[in-house]
């Protein structure tokens, strides 16, 4: 075989000139290669069971039993499953110790057999928390361990109907290597106790320490073995406390749960936005109040913006709480649309209270908060606003926005400020639809 090493044409003899493209003393000799064969290969072993129509499996839907904690079910959409394993992540200090032993408590005083495995606290430290959290019940059994084996081996020998262990990173299993806390380690034991769990059918809540930058050796590289992953979330010198479902295979993660961290434990926050709107002083500059929507719950926040002349070079923009993209993207309508020359001033913007609202309802709220400072004009003080801003400078539709204006009505606001598609009235609150960002900030006298 001989191939022109100009055209690539392949010759089953040589000669001096290529047929297919005319030049001279280009034929190389190339070695045979061999084809593949074309065998027909044995099909693969792939185990497994015959394909069954969908509606034909019964669906086990799984039965969640509440964990006495309402704010701990509403996170989990009702509760944890039997059998599942939950992944409980969060800063150190920032409560999960105290949530999971209230967790047990409720538990045990339903009538539930629970194991605590403590690798962190010692037995003693665990009781006398126990004891300031009016957590002691005798069916609470407690183990202070650091050995894998042995964690498995008590909860083989009596299965309890669930178990903590707190923390993850503690346990080691003395048969691999690695150093006690490192990825290895932790994945394996969470490998172990997650089969164990499915085995003996224990409900497993495995505590985990992230670090702000979630970079601590842990939960992360757990989320893809356990069932659901919850994350503790908070200003561990503030008193606020929310609890989000990361990833959760019973249910939606749409739910938030709110805690504070008083004296006695986690409390429930029965009526947030009464506690977002506890220190706020009405008809400041920069300041409104938004009904934003936290998974299914509408909350009352507090938006707050500052104006300020550019200091360096560059204008500063920083944010808390809130979408950084999506303010520079609204500094952009308003510097287009209001003629506000904003994209040369330093503007910050938060939310108070320590909650995040990502949603697009909050357009309209952050960009009358930064016209307001701006300006040095206060909002009207019992004025709510809701409404997506689009480049265009058009208010956009949200959703779920009959609860929205239920929430401000029961706090006492007598308007909200809405887009055109909102409904044209509503029980309590007065509603004042308009098209545009010009409207809007027309209707609230920023100008
Ligand atoms: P902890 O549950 O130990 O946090 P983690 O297990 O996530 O590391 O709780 C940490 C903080 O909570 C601790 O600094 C003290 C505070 N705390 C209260 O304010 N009230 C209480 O009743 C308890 C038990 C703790
Ligand atoms: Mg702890």
Redesign the pocket.
């Known amino acids: 075989m001989y191939r022109c090493s100009e055209c690539g044409a392949e010759h089953p003899k040589w000669s001096g000139r290529c047929d297919a493209c005319g030049d001279w003393n280009t034929l190389d000799e190339q070695a045979s290669t061999a084809r593949p064969s074309l065998a027909p290969v044995a099909p693969l072993e792939l185990g497994g069971g015959t394909a069954v129509p969908i509606t034909e499996v019964a669906s086990d839907s799984a039965s969640l039993e509440s964990t006495g904690l309402g704010e701990l079910d509403r996170v989990l959409g009702g509760g944890l499953a039997p059998g599942s394993v939950t992944l409980l992540g ?12 209230q967790m047990l408590a409720a538990q045990a005083s339903q009538g539930s057999q629970c194991l605590y495995v403590t690798g ?2 010692s037995a003693s430290q665990v009781a006398a ?1 126990a004891a ?2 009016d957590a002691l019940d005798e069916r609470i059994m407690l183990v202070s361990e650091n050995s894998l084996p042995r964690v498995l081996g008590t909860l083989e020998a009596d299965p309890p109907a669930l178990c903590v262990i ?2 993850i990173q503690t346990l080691t299993d003395p048969s691999t290597e690695s150093a006690p806390g490192s990825v290895t380690q932790v994945r394996d034991c969470a490998h172990r106790i997650v089969g164990a769990a499915k085995a003996l059918g224990v409900t497993v809540v495995i ?1 985990g ?1 992230v670090t702000k930058e979630g970079a601590l050796a842990g939960p992360r590289v757990l989320e893809h073995v356990v069932d659901t992953v919850l994350q ?1 979330e908070g200003d ?1 010198h503030g ?1 606020l406390r929310v609890l989000r479902a990361v990833k959760h295979r019973f249910g939606s993660t749409q739910e938030i749960g709110l805690f504070s ?6 409390e429930s926050v029965s009526d947030p936005s009464a506690l977002f709107l506890s220190d706020r002083r009405a008809g400041l500059p920069g300041s409104v109040v938004v009904p934003a929507m936290e998974g299914q719950r509408p909350l009352l926040v507090e938006v707050q913006a500052l104006v300020n002349q550019r200091q360096m070079a560059y204008p500063k923009r920083s944010v808390q709480g809130l979408d950084g993209g999506r303010l520079e993207l609204l500094m952009a309508v308003l510097q287009r649309h209001e003629e506000l020359k904003v994209m040369d001033m330093d503007v910050y913007a938060m939310v108070a209270g320590g909650v995040k609202v990502t949603e697009p309802g909050a357009d309209l709220g952050i960009c009358a908060a930064v016209v307001s400072s701006h300006y040095k004009r206060g909002c009207p003080e019992q004025f709510v606003l809701c409404g997506e801003v689009g480049l265009g400078g058009e208010l956009r539709r949200v959703n779920r926005i009959e609860q929205r204006l239920a929430e401000a009505a029961r706090h006492g606001f007598t308007t909200a400020v809405v887009p055109k598609s909102a409904p044209a009235s509503h029980p309590g609150i007065e509603v004042m639809r308009v098209p545009t960002l010009d409207a809007a900030m027309a209707v609230l006298d920023l100008y």
């Open positions: 969060g800063e150190p200090g920032v409560g999960k110790s105290t949530l999971v032993l962190e606290e928390r300031r959290l707190d923390s505590v320490h503790l561990r008193e961290m008083a004296s006695g434990g986690l």
